[in-house]
């Protein structure tokens, strides 16, 4: 069960505590009601007394029962009960009088008037418990075995009147009287609620302020152990450079063992490092720009220069700048290692290049392709690339690395031939069907065969580069290549780029010398293919070049 309506519980409440009130007061009313009975009626003054005593014997009765609720249910019974105890008395006492214009009459008025302006009552409750009453006095009033004259007619219709006008009148404050509790009840639960909040939100703020200082603690303690423990070397400088604190690190590497007053930092430089100091703490000072990466030579406190990069941050508190803190790391060892690693990737690469070259001069000596075709053909696309770049061509894919793998991955792109037979390499006359389907096929055996390399070297992407230069070095802009007939950019924009390098080559360098075409006579077949062989943009940026072009294939010219 849900939780009770807390304004019907508070009521409640509220009509517990009255009870008591209405039955005090209805004994009250009882026991005046006895002298009454002395003046009125002295004969039947015995008779009364007990009526009056069985009510309020009822009434004390209903008093303990009170007493002894304390989940208030049948609060409202209990008052009812005690109100007809009281009331049932007095009819009786009127009907044994047996006059309709009873004295009495005043009891039944108090009686109503005790419970429903003491009684917490609802609209309903007020009208059902007044009107409940008057139909008992009528009733009463119809059983008295006396003549029932116009004045006693009369009588009757002004204490009906009365006691109904006053029952609405009861109805009416108790719904005013409801209303009022309903507001004030609102009223404090918003308060409570208001309170409760505040309440809660002292205790968050108090538990966040005591978090925050817990953590301020933590992290000033954290940051002294990390600044004491720390392998590189730190100091907080002032904005002249003076060395206001030092780690353990930096007064081992660069002071006798104590901060002496007056270090300057700048000192430990030579003069053509401390200007770049002095250079990079102004800037940090006026334009809050960090220091990062800054390499300078140090001299130890034995005298030994020591090759560091600086890293600094501005310390700053309510505005104000109190220092400098640098952290300064010996990069000797790592610049060492750096140079033997850099001559080690430079013989690999050289390796590299050479194992490359000599895979790719298998498909030289099974055709009767010029000897230094190969390498006019990487530096053709290398020069092509980096023009297109620099027109702002394909500026995203063309980067030094893509420029690097294109040059060296170009030249694989026929090793494909290596599986055609010397029959067809070397056949001067017009193949037929089969034999061109045999040596369109170079393209995919060249593709696998280098995709079977790149599955063996995961994450390589020359051989990225070389596998689609393999596959699709014969694809026309327009559709029309082949093996796969792509189109446009559907074609890897570097089998585009050797596309044109490849068809220059065969244009300036052919065999037979009747097929042979002049430099101009090639860069004019090559403008007029754009859009059908090769990438408009890329011809653009071929025109750019193509002097650059002619100065390689006379640079790389053959011998005999």
Known sequence: MGNPDPFRQESRQLHHQRVYYILLAGIGTLLLLTLLDTLVEPGLRSEFLQYRLLAIGACVLLLYINHTSRSYRWTWLIGFFGYSAVSLAILFSIYRQGDAATPYYVGLMV???IYTTLAPLSVFQTIASGFALAVLFVITIFFIPTSFGPGQ?????SNLFFMIGFIFIAATRNWTDINARKREHLLRTSEHAAAEALAGQARRLELEVARRADAQQATEEHYQLLFETIADNVALIDTDGMVLQANTSFLHHFTPGTLSPGTIFYDLADSEDQRILRSAVSTLITDSTPISDLQVTLTTVEGTPLLTEISGALLQRENKIPGVQLIIRDISERKHLEKVLASSLHKLRQTENATILALAKLSEYRDITPGRHL???REYCKTLATAARDHGLYAEIITPTYVQNLYQGSILHDIGKVAVSNE???????????????LRNHTLTGGDVIKAMEQDTPGSNFLSLAKNMAYFHHERWDGTGYPYGLQGNEIPLEARIIAVADAYEEATVAMLQDRCLTHRQAVDSIVNNAGRHFDPMLIDAFLTVQEEFNQIRQTLVETE
Not at 153 to 157: A, V
Not at 424 to 438: A, G, M, R, W, Y
């Open 424 to 438: 067809i390499l070397n056949k001067t006359e017009p193949l037929t069907v089969s034999e061109q389907e045999t």
């Open 375 to 377: 390498e006019r053909i």
């Open 111 to 113: 009686a109503m008037t």
């Open 153 to 157: 007619q009369l009588g009757l219709f």
